[in-house]
């Protein structure tokens, strides 16, 4: 018996809304996967609306994690308090609204999600998500399968807690850096893995962001406003095949454009 989970990139815009609800349960039916979780921090470009999260749940996501950008849309916050599929980072204080991890049953499974967040050159004022994850793993009731959205900007944060939770979870993958990485892998102990699923979002962008705009940025100009960037767009994400004893069998970048 398999398990198959879909892991997909950080949603962008109301492109990226619409490519995800156009290609999503196409590739569901396609592929026979069971569980989708999608980061949507970015569905407003800088957070999350209500009706986005709506939207990308009725586009066939089972979860939706965040990242540093969780209370971008203070519209969400009541949402998240309510709802149990609506992820924000676990490592977040305990002043922080929401949840960071759940455990849903399945019937036949049960799956544990994981969201944390970096520390390493991004924001400053979570817990250390490594010794999080220890406690969750401890305290916490155990599933059959548990998932790690790990939302950080460091490659070498997003490997260490890979090697770090290796065995202990079926499959850790990382968002927040939009550009999909090349060394999906199954660790040592297990442990399906990619350090970052990529982007479902414009494809001429820079994070999602019209290349002008952050040109500018670099060059020392007002970037302004954020913006989302016009035209195509890609659903890009990661599906792991995990097995009855909780490990990781199979790994493969998903692309679709
Ligand atoms: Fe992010």
Redesign the pocket.
């Known amino acids: 018996m398999e398990l198959r989970v879909l892991a997909v990139g ?1 949603v962008v815009g109301e492109g990226g809304i619409d490519c995800l609800s156009r290609c999503l349960r196409p590739l569901k039916r396609l592929r026979g996967i069971d569980f989708t979780v999608v980061n949507g ?2 569905a407003a470009g800088i957070g999350i609306l209500p009706r986005q999260a709506q939207a990308i749940f009725d586009a066939g996501a089972d979860v939706i994690t965040l ?3 969780s209370y971008g849309k203070g519209q969400i916050v009541p949402l998240l308090e309510e709802h149990r599929y609506l992820l924000r980072p676990a490592n977040y204080t305990g002043r922080a609204p929401g949840r960071g991890t759940a455990l849903y049953d399945l019937g036949r499974w049960s799956i544990r999600v994981i969201n944390l967040q970096g520390r390493c050159n991004l924001d400053f004022n979570c817990d250390n998500p490594f010794t999080t994850a220890d406690r969750i793993l401890k305290e916490e009731e155990p599933a059959a399968f548990t998932l790690v959205d790990f ?1 950080a900007e460091a490659t070498s944060e997003k490997r260490a807690l890979g090697y770090y939770l290796d065995g202990r979870v079926s499959a850790l993958w990382g968002t ?1 850096t939009h550009v999909q990485t090349a060394d999906e892998q199954i660790l040592p102990g297990g442990t399906g893995y990619l350090t970052d699923a990529g982007m479902t979002g414009p494809l001429r962008s820079v994070l999602g962001m019209p290349p002008e705009q952050s040109i500018e940025g670099f060059l020392g100009g007002i970037r302004g406003r954020h913006q989302t960037a016009p035209g195509p767009c890609a659903m890009q994400g990661v599906l792991f095949t995990l097995d009855e004893s909780g490990r990781c069998s199979a790994v493969e970048r998903v692309d679709v454009q």
């Open positions: 950080d921090e970015n990242g540093n950008h939302h927040h």
